[in-house]
């Protein structure tokens, strides 16, 4: 008698089923696929790439602000006054960019420029930089305008560096040359006001304080 015959059939998994449309799709979309993939390399790459050279330059920056800073307090007027302009060039509108303008209408201030000073900082302060940055703007404008001997455009830029500057001792220092200003432009009932105003204000301890407190015993011959 024949042995009887064993009829094997293959019957498909679940798995096979779960995972035939997938391949499929991937087979069918690998292009596209292999294409994201290699574009968001290329844009991490590029990120990376861009941080990198941020980072180079904010180095650079500060390099070439040393050596312009060394220069100017050296003496070397010519040297600093090129060096701050070259890196203002070069880093418009960055943080270094806006020092060295400060540092090349310094320059101008030192080497007797007052109004080249006053025309360019009026020009940055225009541009409306960073309230760190304008505080300064005015606060020089204010010395440039004072070298020329108006006074009450002298006092008015102060106090709007007083305005804008965020830190305390950066404020009593512009109000304090405020006063200055007005004092000599004959207004010493204003002046002896700002002068009240900051020791009123604020702290005893805060820098500037003691010194608004001296003038103004000095101003009012120990009346206050």
């Known amino acids: 008698m024949a042995s009887p015959v064993k009829t094997t059939v293959n019957i498909p998994s679940q798995t096979d089923d779960a995972q035939s449309p997938a391949f499929a799709w991937l087979e069918k979309h690998q292009k596209p696929l292999t294409y994201g993939v290699a574009g968001l390399a290329v844009l991490l790459l590029g990120g990376w790439l861009f941080l990198e050279t941020g980072k180079r330059k904010e180095i650079a920056a500060n ?16 040297t600093a006054s090129t060096e701050f302009q070259r890196i203002a060039q070069s880093f418009g ?81 512009a109000r304090l040359a405020a006063a200055r200003a007005t004092r000599l432009a004959g207004k010493e009932k204003e002046a002896l006001d700002i002068l009240r105003a900051v020791v009123s204000k604020y702290p005893k301890e805060t820098p500037g304080v003691a010194e608004a407190e001296v003038r103004l015993a000095e101003w009012t011959r120990g009346i206050m």
Do not use: C, H
């Open 63 to 78: 390099d070439a602000l040393d050596r312009a800073r060394g220069a100017f307090e050296s003496g070397n007027l010519p």
């Open 93 to 173: 509108g960055t943080d270094a960019g806006w020092q060295a303008e400060l540092g090349l209408n310094e320059v101008r201030l030192v080497s007797g420029q007052a109004q080249l000073a006053a025309d360019e900082l009026t020009k940055l302060i225009g541009r409306n930089p960073p309230p760190y940055y304008l505080s300064g703007a005015q606060y020089m404008l204010g010395g440039a305008l004072e070298n020329l001997k108006k006074y009450d455009e002298a006092a008015a830029a102060y106090t709007r560096a007083a305005d804008v500057a965020t830190e305390d001792y950066r404020q009593i220092e």
